[in-house]
Structures are given as C-alpha cells and as structure tokens.
C-alpha cells in the first residue's frame, strides 16, 4: 500500500465510528463504517485540504459502497 493510500485510511478512520484499522471490505454507510453524511462531508473536504486536491462529488455517487472503492476514487484526484 502506498503511504498516500495509507494516509487517506487513517483519516478515513478518524471521521468512522470504528475501532481500530479500517477494513476495505467495509460498507461506508450503514452496517461497517457506519459514517454520517456530515462525517463523510467532512472526511472528502479534509482529504482535499491535506492533499491539495479538488474533487468532483459527482464522482462519490451510490456506486461507491465500501472503504477500497472510496478510497481508490479519492486517490484518483490525489495522485492525479
């Protein structure tokens, strides 16, 4: 794992209500990360202000579902 993906999981996992490394496989929403639609706001505009990225929320729609998908698309405008 790259040390930017690294760094965008421990993030991830500070605005997730969960205990410990953030699971991949984990649902955002729900059952798994169980993140708020503010937490998660503030998650994507805290990424974008760490790394100096602009992101398109058209492109955090429904079909991102787990932490690797979200993940994998931030990583996108990050390494851009």
Same mark, same amino acid.
Do not use: H, R
């Given at each position: ?11 991830l996992?500070?605005f997730?209500?969960v205990d410990g490394?953030v699971?991949p @496989? /984990?649902? =955002?929403?729900?059952?798994g *990360?169980?993140m ?7 998650? +994507?505009?805290?990424v974008?202000?760490d790394? @100096? /990225?602009? =992101?398109?929320?058209?492109? *955090? ?8 998908q979200? +993940?994998?698309t931030?990583?996108e405008?990050?390494?851009?």
């Amino acid at each position: 794992m790259s040390d930017t993906k690294a760094a965008i999981y421990t993030l991830l996992g500070k605005f997730a209500k969960v205990d410990g490394p953030v699971d991949p @496989d /984990a649902l =955002i929403f729900g059952d798994g *990360l169980n993140m708020s639609s503010i937490s998660f706001t503030e998650f +994507v505009l805290k990424v974008e202000d760490d790394f @100096d /990225a602009t =992101i398109m929320v058209e492109d *955090l729609g429904e079909d991102i579902k787990t932490a690797e998908q979200l +993940v994998s698309t931030l990583m996108e405008y990050v390494e851009g």
